[in-house]
């Protein structure tokens, strides 16, 4: 079935560097995948998406990059800022439907 | 223009007791979903609705129930809480049922005792 998951529960990181959040996935017939940034007491916020005809994806300090090969994605922040630290969950969209299925999480940490 | 609103923010409530929880959508969208977010744990698919019915369920018992009104807000409902409901319950709403993007409210954080 499907499945997401994290390799780290916590990164921490000084601020200005770049950070990687990793996820893998298990399902290979995955086509859509989302990042969500969910700070203290906030619900979860749609950072950035990639589907899997891409390899890349790039916003405004935000890149997704998908391996389908070894089924794993990840999330770079560049220039990491305080403001940045919060948890960050991928997730994939359950077959014909809006609804979600998340990771476990990572908790990202910068420090000044 | 107001985002998904969830009400109450915070709730304490003891075992064996019922629980209703409140999810107005954004204007326009008429898909709300519900999901249970475990302190440490990523939100798990409780329920989703459209147009008024329930279009999918994930692994909940039968405890949890839910509707959506024609104004498409929602509620979720929850019998004979245990310790183990403790948790935040998140509301989404989206435009259609199918492949679109979800906005998530601030969620009602429930601490059953």
């Known amino acids: 079935g499907e499945s997401v998951g994290l390799h780290l529960p916590t990164l921490s990181v000084q601020e200005g560097d770049n950070s990687i959040i990793n996820c893998a996935y298990s399902?290979?017939?995955?086509?859509?995948f989302i990042w969500y940034k969910q700070e203290s007491g906030k619900g979860p916020q749609f950072i950035i998406d990639?589907?899997?005809?891409?390899d890349k994806r790039q916003g405004q300090r935000v890149t997704v990059l998908l391996n389908k090969t070894v089924k794993h994605l990840s999330l770079q922040i560049a220039a990491t800022q305080p403001g940045d630290s919060a948890v960050y969950f991928c997730?994939?969209?359950?077959?014909?439907?809006?609804?979600?299925?998340f990771g476990k999480g990572t908790m990202l940490l910068v420090s000044p | 223009d107001a985002g998904v609103t969830q009400s109450p923010t915070h709730l304490i409530k003891t075992r064996g007791q019922h629980v209703t929880l409140r999810c107005s959508p954004i204007?326009?969208?008429?898909?709300v979903s519900w999901y249970q977010q475990v302190l440490g744990q990523g939100p798990q698919f409780i329920f989703q609705?459209?147009?008024?019915?329930?279009?999918g369920r994930g692994n909940f018992p039968d405890r949890f129930s839910a509707r959506q009104f024609p104004n498409y807000s929602s509620e979720l409902n929850v019998n004979a809480l245990l310790l183990g409901d403790s948790a935040l319950y998140l509301c989404?709403?989206?435009?259609?049922?199918?492949?679109?993007?979800?906005?998530f409210g601030q969620g009602t954080r429930l601490t059953v005792v």
């Open positions: 997730a994939e969209p359950r077959k014909g439907y809006s609804t979600l299925t």
């Open positions: 990639i589907r899997s005809n891409m």
């Open positions: 204007s326009g969208h008429k898909s």
């Open positions: 989404a709403s989206s435009f259609g049922q199918v492949n679109t993007e979800a906005f």
């Open positions: 399902n290979s017939a995955s086509d859509y």
């Open positions: 609705y459209y147009e008024k019915e329930e279009r």
